[in-house]
């Protein structure tokens, strides 16, 4: 008899980057994976702060899969999102999520923002999705890109791999400064994934 494979485990994560939530929230991560078929491949590297990036973001499903992910690897994670999704009635369960909202209309304030956050959590990761967006764009913001340099920190690159049902904890990237040479190689990168609706991406 083969023993069920499992979904999801903080064994995932680096004891550092573990965000200590109960055994309930990282069940029911699980379970909500466990329902849809979904897993979670890989493991987040030891490192004091990461900037994760996932793509390719095509829906409103990929929140759903990742916030499950969050919760069964219990990590540590703090994502930005659009500030109008911080509705009032549901602004605390996104803080709790570890959401911190942009306004994208002061770009500059995003990088302070999350420089502050370093400095007092020393083990940390952010999440972005590097789109800036689920509609399909010609071209990638570089905004993640900026925030990797100021943060002295590598990307890790997450894949969304909807025919497998699988999140992909994949490798690490250093950023070289030739922006639009980063955003070309990572483009090409995440060629291999296929999002929700692939005509988006």
């Given at each position: ?17 573990r ?5 309930f ?60 999704i911080?509705k009032?009635?549901v ?5 709790w ?16 923002n999350?420089a ?19 509609k ?7 905004g ?19 025919p497998n049902?699988?999140?992909v ?5 250093y ?20 999002g929700?609706y692939?005509?988006?991406?």
């Amino acid at each position: 008899m083969t023993k069920k494979q499992v979904s999801v485990s903080q064994d995932q994560t680096p004891v550092h980057l573990r965000a200590n939530r109960s055994a309930f929230a990282q069940w029911f991560g699980r379970t909500v994976l466990d329902v849809f078929g979904w897993r979670v491949v890989g493991e987040l590297p030891n490192l004091e702060r990461v900037l994760v990036i996932g793509a390719p973001h095509t829906s409103n499903w990929d929140f759903v899969y990742a916030m499950a992910a969050i919760l069964g690897l219990n990590l540590k994670l703090r994502w930005l999102g659009k500030h109008t999704i911080f509705k009032f009635g549901v602004t605390w369960f996104m803080n709790w999520l570890g959401g911190i909202p942009v306004n994208r209309g002061k770009p500059e304030s995003i990088v302070e923002n999350v420089a502050r956050l370093v400095e007092r959590d020393k083990g940390i990761i952010i999440g972005i999705a590097p789109e800036g967006t689920r509609k399909k764009v010609e071209k990638w913001k570089t905004g993640f890109l900026r925030i990797s340099t100021a943060l002295d920190c590598p990307l890790f690159l997450v894949g969304l791999d909807f025919p497998n049902k699988l999140i992909v904890l994949d490798q690490l990237f250093y950023p070289t400064g030739d922006n639009d040479a980063d955003i070309a190689t990572l483009k090409a990168f995440y060629g291999k994934y296929t999002g929700k609706y692939p005509d988006q991406f």
